[in-house]
């Protein structure tokens, strides 16, 4: 009995990567914009996405770093959420194809794991790239033939994650690198963000080259185009988070949180 055993999980030791559970359905998802208000001079209001979106033309590529901040978990309100990603859709359009880090905040200390998300298929958690603040974050959403692929990877250990699907009605009419606080609240609104305090974006303050990029060109290429997206209060979700200005090279920013 003790060989038969001891042959079975040498058996199980030696299953190739792709047959070990590396991913699971997350609790909360994450989705396209809410409540957008386009203010018509290249900013806009949301309930639950602060960051940059560009539009102006088909996307087939967006790739972003950043740097996992520390979460400050009240322990009064819990529920409370803020997602980091780079994605494709979602600001003019019904899908969203993304992937990037969460701090978690539902019980009294913060928990933070990389996810997937091809929305509005739901939300998996990378349970294969752990995450810790401080860590530093590549990640890149593409399109090639008739398929989506997301990849994220911590710099900071060298673990990383692919996943590849098809996405029904993909318009693939905007880019984003977005700070988000995800749904949903038993009445269906967007639930607290938690606070993360400033999370830097960009190549600039993680050394990722190629970042903040989409279909080769940096944020600020798409000129006109180029959407500055502020968090606004709302009942469910009363905190906020400005990003500052792109910086002098076009690709990098910073997005803080405030009550």
Known sequence: MISTRLGILGALALLPAFAQVSEKVAPRQLGQIRDKVDHLDGTSDSSNWSGYAVLGTTFTSAEASWTVPAAVCTGVRGDEYAAFWVGL???????????????????????????????????????????????????SVTYSGSEFTVTVKNVSTGKSYTKTAKVSGAARSSAEWITEAPCCTNSGGILPLADFGTVDFGKDYTSVAGTNYANGGTIASFGSNVQQITKVGSSSSPQTSTCSALSSDGTSFTCTWAQ
Do not use: H, K
């Not at 998300?117 to 603040?133: A, C, G, L, R, W």
């Open 89 to 139: 859709d979602g600001y003019s359009s019904s899908t969203v194809e993304q992937t990037g880090t969460l701090s978690d905040c539902s019980g009294r200390d913060p928990v933070y794991y990389a996810w997937y998300e091809f929305y509005p298929n739901p939300m998996y958690e990378i349970t294969s790239v752990p995450i810790s603040p401080g860590n530093v974050i590549s990640a």
